[in-house]
């Protein structure tokens, strides 16, 4: 069965780093898109940045932009996000998430609803 296991989250100051690991099994993996969420108390789950493992194309947030980076390790079946220049409002639990490429539009790869496979989450906390 397809699973998704986050890792990487936790406390760290403003402007300091954090890299998150999406670990995918129980798919071919480069018939996807792998995308990174997330959602704070009270808001919406918001698309932060994805890649499509068969040609690693990117998609960002504009929130994101020059502070992120997304990449994947095609041999062990994982996707990176480096978080860097981190600000408070950053802080949120960060979901990876799967779908075929086949089943996305351009501009679907940053919408939560396009999404079917979803792991359980990680939180980030940016103290200011």
């Known amino acids: 069965e397809v699973q998704l296991v986050e890792s990487g989250g936790g406390l760290v100051q403003a402007r300091g780093s954090l890299r998150l690991s999406c670990a995918a099994s129980?798919?071919?993996?480069?018939?996807?898109?792998i995308g990174w969420f997330r959602q704070a108390p009270g808001k919406v789950r918001e698309g932060v940045s994805s890649i499509r493992i068969t040609d690693g194309r990117t998609f960002y947030a504009d929130s994101v932009k020059g502070r992120f980076t997304i990449s994947s390790d095609n041999a062990k079946n994982t996707v990176y996000l480096q978080m860097n220049s981190l600000k408070p409002e950053d802080t949120a639990v960060y979901y990876c998430?799967?779908?075929?490429?086949?089943?996305?539009?351009?501009?679907?790869?940053?919408?939560?609803?396009?999404?079917?496979?979803w792991g359980q989450g990680t939180q980030v906390t940016v103290s200011s």
């Open positions: 998430a799967a779908d075929l490429i086949g089943k996305l539009y351009y501009n679907d790869y940053l919408k939560s609803v396009k999404y079917d496979y």
């Open positions: 129980g798919f071919a993996f480069n018939d996807y898109a």
